[in-house]
Every structure is written in C-alpha cells, then in structure tokens.
C-alpha cells in the first residue's frame, strides 16, 4: 500500500490529506490565523508589577502590554520578587480580548510529538490516558534515561506503544529546541521573540507521521522546510519530501471531491445497499439499508456480505469523518452468530488501519453492534459544518401542509381582531396549490374575503384598506 500526504496551505486555511493508494483516507482542516501568538516565547520586561489585584504588565514587543498573573508562575517563584525593568522569559498561553493584552505564563514549555518539557520544573508525569501499568513504566524508564532530572516532563498518549527509537529522536529534538531557548533567553535583550510555534501543517503532519509514509507532497516553501530539517533528524522515517507549487497532485487524487461528501448523511455502497449516518449530541447512529432487496427473502450469504462491505466503509468514512464517541451501528438482521461474528470481525480488521484507538465491545440484545473511538480533535463535520438554517439543524421542517393550517389560525385570530373585510395571501408555489386545492382549510363562515397570490418569498397576510390594489394573478375566495 503506498502512503502518501498531501498538503495544501494557503493564506486562510490548512489541509492535509492521509492517502492510501491515492485514496483519501484522513482529512485534516484547520482555519489559519495569522497573527496567533499563542505558543510563543519571548524575553520580556517588566513594566509595572500591580499588587492588588496580583499581576504584573510585561513588555514583549506587542502592541500591548502581557499580562502575567501571580496564579500562572512558576511553582517557587515569589510575585513579590518581581521588580520593575527586570528581565524574564515568559510564553504566551491565551490571546489578547478586547482591552487586554495577551496573557503569559513564565511556566514555559516546549511541547513535541510525545513529551511537552518544562525547563522550570521538575518530575515525570506520564499521561493518565495511558493505562497499562506496564507501558506507564516504560514509558517513564525511558524518560528519565534520555532526559536530566532537572527538567519537567509530561508524557503525552501518542507515546503509547511506540517504538523506543522514534521516540528517542523526539526527545533529542525537543531538548535541542529547549536548549536553544534557554540559550538565546540569556543573552538576548528584551523584548524580543524567541521562539515562535512552527507552522499549523508542520506539527499536524508531525503528530501523523508513520515510517511507512513514501511521501509528502506540500505546496507550501516555509512547511517543506521544516519537514526536510525534521527528516534529518529523525533517521526512522523515510518519506521523501516534494516541493509542489502548484498542488497538482492535490488535484489529481481529487481530495476535493471527498471533501464534498464528507458531510452527506446517505453513503451508497457497490452492491447497492447504503449506510446512513446520524451525529446527535451524545453519539453517532449508523444504519445498514439493504436498499432496494427485500431482506426477509434474499439469501443469507448476500446479506452477511452486504454486511461486511458496510463494515468495511463504516470504518473508513468514521476515520475520514474523524468521528468520536460512541457509535451504534445497526446492521441488517442476522440469525446466526457464526455471521454476526464475521461481520463483526470484519468491522475490527478494517479499523485496525485507523491510527485512533477504537473499541467494538459487541452486539446488543437488539441487535446494534456498539463501539467507542478515542476523541483526539473536533470531527469534520464542526469543523466544515454549521447546522442547517431551514431546520436549524433537526432535520425537520414544518410540511407545506401545516403551514397551510398555520395561515389558516392566524387568519381565524385577525377576523376576530380587525375589523377588515379583505386580505391578500401571498403564499409559496406548494402552498397556494394546497389552499387553492382545498380551501376548506381556511376558516369558515365569517363572511370575509381573501385574495391567494403566489408569490417566492415565505407567506405574508395583509389587509386590503385601499381600493387600488392590484388584484390579477390572484384567486378570490369567499369565506
Ligand atoms: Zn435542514
């Protein structure tokens, strides 16, 4: 299988695109902002150290001054040491609003693929999402081998399970970054900016490398270099990286068009069968749909590969669609556990390429088979989606019918109201075919008139006061 990513940077947006056989198989997409500063580490001078409210403006270079809070220090250091033209290091954590400036911490850090390290503190802290008391304990072994005690250490997840050396050259690479820091942290004069985040699609590629990655094709000078250091310094990887202008390939594997049926409900299968996806708040529902064969009647053998064809793809769309969770999936029926189990086998086999830890814990005494999928980042669809404006996301409109009946009880309401004789009816093309159709719908006996109009916008009822309204195209009903 030839594993290649493609990138495609531009001012506003990032994508990067997992392909497996020029197939799209993960999809990555993340509004650019330019100007974010979060991240960064800069030399910086105190301005003005305010005791009531136990803060302190710091001078980094910024149109405004940061902001660092006595909470958001070092573990040890004192806010009353603070003094006023005193020289600190301090990392941006949170973006300016409004008013205020930036706010820092002087708890900085350099995080990586598999460690975050902390120059100013101490200890190891493995995380807590790694749970095999055993691999905990690799994990810190290996640490507290490659990294001095002085340094503070958390152990990121994406460290479960991984091989020893990649790991190793990680750690080489974020203590050089550290260093660095440090270094330039002391002799350099304030304010100035010393570290800044690497580019959005470097660390998005960095956090997806895998060794049998052939190649990265990126369109973007200041990403390929990056990449092109980080392949130097880690010699486990063997991706070869190209320079690509012009996205060609980007074009060629049509990443485009599997961006546009990312967020399409139905997915049809080869046999003709489909899957339905359904996302609510708490999981995601996916539904097996022979289409059009009778279930009861086919062959079993045709339904138990149905089955596994829907397996395969319900696999691959929830890694595309990185979708998290939990996920219930209700298969066509099946009398045999011999078939169940193929289908279910099959489904954890296909999700075996999938990166993101998943769990298919079995079939319910109904039949649905559950699973949970570990949550790393937003699914695509919050990320290109919005809820639907017609229907504000529910799926559901009011029918063209009920509409017709709502009009009806506001005129009912008017008649009772206003002392007016005739109304026009301005209604959508469905609407007015219903009343005109069947205007028993509106109210009865009160001895008014209405005039029905067509119209594109939604419906609108106004009284008729004046004589010289224009009254053609319009269908008179007495009531
Ligand atoms: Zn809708």
């Known amino acids: 299988m030839k594993k290649e990513i493609l990138v495609d940077v531009t001012r506003k947006r990032n994508r990067v695109a997992l392909c497996e056989n020029k197939e799209v198989v993960e999809l990555h997409i993340e509004k650019t902002n330019n100007k974010s500063v979060v991240g960064n580490i800069y030399v910086g001078r105190v301005e003005n150290v305010i005791e009531g409210i136990k803060a302190a403006f710091i001078d980094i270079g910024l149109d405004k001054n940061a902001f660092l809070y006595s909470g958001d220090m070092c573990e040890g ?10 020289e600190i290091l301090v990392q941006v954590i949170k973006e300016p609003s409004g008013e205020k400036g930036v706010r ?27 749970r095999s008391s055993e691999e905990r304990n690799r994990l810190e072994r290996l640490f507290k081998e490659n990294i001095s005690e002085n340094i503070g250490v958390i152990v990121r997840t994406s460290s ?12 080489i690479c974020a203590k050089q970054r550290l260093n660095n820091v440090i270094e330039k942290g002391r002799f350099s004069k304030a304010p100035l900016l010393i570290e800044s985040e690497e580019p959005l699609a470097y660390r998005v590629i960095r956090d997806m490398m895998q060794t049998d990655i052939e190649r990265i094709i990126v369109n973007d000078k200041q990403v390929y270099k990056s990449l092109v250091d980080f392949m130097k310094n880690h010699s486990s990887y063997n991706a070869e990286i190209v320079f690509d202008d012009e996205s060609k390939l980007w074009y060629e594997y ?4 599997a961006e546009k049926h990312i967020l399409d409900r139905k997915v049809m299968l080869k046999s003709g069968a489909y899957i339905v996806i359904d996302r609510t708040e708490a999981l995601t529902c996916i539904d097996v749909n022979s289409g059009g064969f009778d279930d009861k009647k086919t062959d ?41 189990n193929e289908v279910i086998r099959e489904l954890r086999e296909s999700l075996k390429k999938d990166k993101i830890e998943s769990d298919v814990l079995g079939i319910t005494k109904l039949g649905l088979v559950e699973m949970t999928r ?44 206003e002392n007016i004789n005739e109304y026009m009816i301005s209604v959508p093309h469905n609407i007015f075919t219903i009343l005109k159709n069947d205007s028993d719908i509106l109210p009865e006996n009160s001895g008014k008139t209405v005039y029905l109009k067509e119209c594109t916008a939604e419906y609108s009822i106004n009284p008729i006061i004046q004589q010289n309204v224009d009254l053609s195209d319009t269908i008179k009903i007495e009531l």
């Open 77 to 86: 250091e004192k806010f009353s040491d603070l003094k006023k033209g005193e």
């Open 104 to 130: 820092v911490t002087t708890n900085i850090s350099i995080q990586s693929r598999y460690c975050v390290l902390f120059p100013f503190s101490k200890g190891i802290s493995v995380s807590r999402k790694i």
């Open 160 to 171: 479960d399970g991984e091989d020893e050396n990649i790991i190793c050259e990680d750690i």
């Open 254 to 257: 049509d990443v485009s068009d």
């Open 300 to 340: 079993k053998n045709m339904i138990v590969a149905v089955n596994v064809e829907a397996a395969r793809e319900i696999a691959k769309q929830v890694r595309l669609r990185n979708i998290s969770g939990i996920i219930i999936i209700d298969f066509i029926d099946m009398k045999s556990d011999y078939d169940k």
């Open 374 to 417: 570990k949550k790393t980042s937003p699914p695509i669809s919050e990320i290109i989606g919005e809820d639907c404006k017609k229907c504000n996301g529910s799926g559901n409109m009011f029918s063209d019918e009920y509409t017709a009946f709502k009009i009806s009880d506001e005129l009912r309401k008017r008649f009772c109201n």
